[in-house]
């Protein structure tokens, strides 16, 4: 990938510092789910590059549906005042938060592992997230099993973003 496709930034922490006043003054702000959210979606704009190059584009644009709705959906829930209605939202984020790593899953004869790995374990931080979320603005639980999403510990926000 030419320096031309890839973001200005290296790390997450380096991105952090490109995202606008407007979204950091917003309450949402606070939410690491939604910080990750955003973060994944940026990358994966670039992702999508080299799929389009590809002419993978179903799947390009299966993933950019998915990972804008993750972000998307999270800011509409967060806006609604109950828990249940939040709730609804946050399924949303966690259901396209799924699909997003279902994506890269299927974009692995085109990305590369370093980039798949990199991005599904952001992903999975996202799903363990919403997943601990979910029940309380529910007052129950979710219904899935319970499961153990590991590696969600191991996110190094001064770890240079893989693209190649």
């Not at 995202?19 to 910080?35: F, G, Q």
């Not at 599904?120 to 219904?143: D, G, K």
Request: aromatic fraction near 12%; charged fraction near 25%.
């Amino acid at each position: 990938m030419s320096e031309q496709n890839r973001p200005p930034y290296k790390t997450y922490t380096e991105w952090m510092d490109t995202v606008p006043a407007y979204l950091k003054n917003d309450p949402i702000w606070k939410l690491d789910v939604y910080k990750f959210a955003l973060f994944v979606d940026d990358l994966g704009q670039y992702d999508l590059l080299l799929l389009k190059k590809a002419h993978i584009y179903d799947i390009a644009d299966q993933l950019k549906r998915s990972l804008n709705s993750i972000s998307a959906n999270l800011t509409e829930g967060f806006s609604r005042s109950t828990g249940p209605a939040k709730a609804k939202f946050l399924e949303y984020s966690l259901g396209s938060a799924r699909e997003s790593r279902e994506w890269y899953y299927k974009s692995r004869n085109v990305l590369k592992p370093n980039v798949i790995n990199h991005r599904t374990e952001y992903l999975t931080r996202i799903v363990a997230m919403l997943t601990a979320m979910i029940p309380n603005q529910r007052n129950h639980s979710i219904r899935e099993e319970k499961a153990v999403y590991t590696n969600t510990e191991t996110l190094n926000p001064n770890e240079e973003i893989p693209f190649t």
